[in-house]
């Protein structure tokens, strides 16, 4: 196993740690602080957001961690690969659709408590998986086109 590879798939793991802790520790604290609060009726659908958010993240952590498995194996240039970049794309994009739909309960949230951090943070939370699918558009782009190129010169010698 390549060295470098090996660092990243322990980077893919600890990313994962605490999302999951996350979800399993902090959300709910969280959700019984807020039941008696007033904000209540306008954060759990942001809370649903974030659990519905959770899946999507994972299955893009775990098709970075095959993505690198095949860089292992060597197969960094085959359609696999590619498929694994179009999942990542699709579960960024996801994330931000789920941010974007509970964008508007942070403006409630943040109008109530007259805090515009919360509309900025809502902002920062539906840009930043956006840039990722981005990314992963960006370098699927690449890969198919070097797939192809490499195809046409094992064909032409």
């Known amino acids: 196993m390549n060295r470098g590879t090996l660092f990243l798939k322990v980077v893919v793991f600890l990313l994962a740690i605490p999302i999951i802790g996350m979800c399993i520790f902090l959300l709910p604290w969280i ?10 009726n306008y ?8 659990y519905a ?3 999507p993240y994972l299955i893009g952590l ?8 095949y860089i292992d194996q060597n197969r960094a240039f085959s359609q696999s690969s ?3 970049l179009k999942t990542i794309k699709f579960c960024a994009s996801t994330i931000s659709v789920f941010y974007l739909v509970c964008l508007p309960f942070f403006y409630l ?4 408590d007259d805090a515009p951090g919360v ?20 370098l699927q782009k690449l890969l198919q086109q070097a797939i192809t190129i490499k195809t046409e010169n094992d064909l032409t010698v």
């Open 31 to 40: 959700a019984r602080e807020v039941s008696d609060s007033q904000f209540a």
């Open 53 to 55: 958010s959770t899946v």
């Open 82 to 84: 590619i498929g694994a």
């Open 109 to 112: 949230i943040g109008e109530k």
């Open 119 to 138: 509309i900025l943070m809502g902002f920062i939370l539906i840009f930043a998986p956006m840039v990722v699918a981005v990314f992963a558009a960006v």
């Open 43 to 50: 954060f759990y659908p942001v809370l649903i957001g974030m």
């Open 62 to 69: 775990f098709q970075a961690y095959r993505l690198l498995s």
